[in-house]
C-alpha cells in the first residue's frame, strides 16, 4: 500500500552543522506536505509546508525541497543548534483526499555540542 | 491562549478499570483527534470529529470510544484497559480547511496500563 517513510531513523550531527532529513512518499496524488519537530515530553508542533506546485519553500533556518520525480521530501536545518534535537516527522493527506494527514514514522535528530 | 489542553498528563490503570481522556481545545476548530504514540511506530489516528455531536473511526479504534458533545470538548474513553493500550495519547485540532493546516497537538497523556 502507500505510505509516507523515511529513511534514517536516527541522524546525529554536530553543533553548527547543517542537517537534512529525507522522507520518500508513494502517494503521486498527494498535493500537500507537512513537516512537524516533536520534543521529548512535548506534542509535535508545525514546522513547515509545501505544496506540490512547489520544489522549495524556505522558513526560518529551514528549508524544505520536493522532488515530485522521485517522490522525495527533505527537510534541510542550517546552523543545527541543540535545541533543534528532537523527532522530525514528515506528513501527507491520508488516501481518499480527506483533511487528516498520514504520518511518518519520523526521525530523531541527535546535536552533539 | 491555551491552545489543546489534555488532562490527565499521566495515568496508571489495572487491566479491566476505564477512564475518560479530556481533550480541551480554546481555537474554534471545526476538528478534532486522539492519536496514540507508540515506540517506533509514529502517530496513529484512533478516531476523529468533524464537528460537534460528529465522530469518525480512524485507525486504530479497537477498545476506545469517543464523544464530542461540546465543539471545544473530544473525550476519549477506554471501557476495559488492556495492557496493549499502554501508549502516549495525543488529541490535536484544526480547522478543517486544508489537511494539516493549523494542526495543533496537545502535550500527551502517557497511560501505563498494567
Known amino acids: 500500500g502507500e505510505s509516507v517513510g523515511l529513511h534514517l531513523p536516527t541522524l546525529s550531527v554536530q553543533e553548527g552543522d547543517n542537517s537534512i532529513i529525507n522522507c520518500a512518499y508513494s502517494n503521486s496524488a498527494s498535493d500537500y506536505f507537512i513537516w512537524y519537530k516533536q520534543e521529548s515530553g512535548k506534542g509535535p508542533q508545525f514546522i513547515i509546508d509545501i505544496r506540490s506546485n512547489m520544489d522549495k519553500r524556505q522558513g526560518q533556518r529551514v528549508t524544505v525541497l520536493l522532488n515530485k520525480t522521485v517522490k522525495h521530501l527533505s527537510l534541510q536545518i542550517a546552523a543545527t543548534q541543540p535545541g533543534d534535537s528532537a523527532v522530525y516527522f514528515c506528513?501527507?493527506?491520508?488516501?481518499?483526499?480527506?483533511?487528516?494527514?498520514?504520518f511518518g514514522r519520523g526521525t530523531s535528530l541527535i546535536v552533539h555540542p | 491562549n491555551a491552545g489543546v489542553t489534555q488532562t490527565p498528563k499521566f495515568r496508571v490503570l489495572k487491566t479491566g478499570q476505564s477512564m475518560t481522556l479530556l481533550c480541551a481545545q480554546d481555537?474554534?476548530?471545526?476538528?478534532m483527534y486522539w492519536y496514540r504514540q507508540d515506540p517506533g511506530m509514529g502517530l496513529r489516528l484512533i478516531h476523529y470529529s468533524v464537528g460537534e455531536g460528529t465522530t469518525a473511526k480512524g485507525e486504530v479504534p479497537d477498545g476506545y470510544n469517543v464523544s464530542r458533545l461540546k465543539k471545544q470538548n473530544f473525550l476519549l474513553g477506554l471501557e476495559s484497559a488492556a495492557p496493549s493500550q499502554t501508549s502516549v495519547y495525543f488529541c490535536a485540532s484544526s480547522p478543517g480547511t486544508l489537511v494539516g493546516y493549523g494542526y495543533t497537538f496537545g502535550s500527551g497523556t502517557r497511560l501505563t496500563v498494567v
Open positions: 481555537m474554534n476548530h471545526e476538528y
Open positions: 506528513a501527507e493527506p491520508s488516501p481518499g483526499g480527506s483533511y487528516i494527514p498520514t
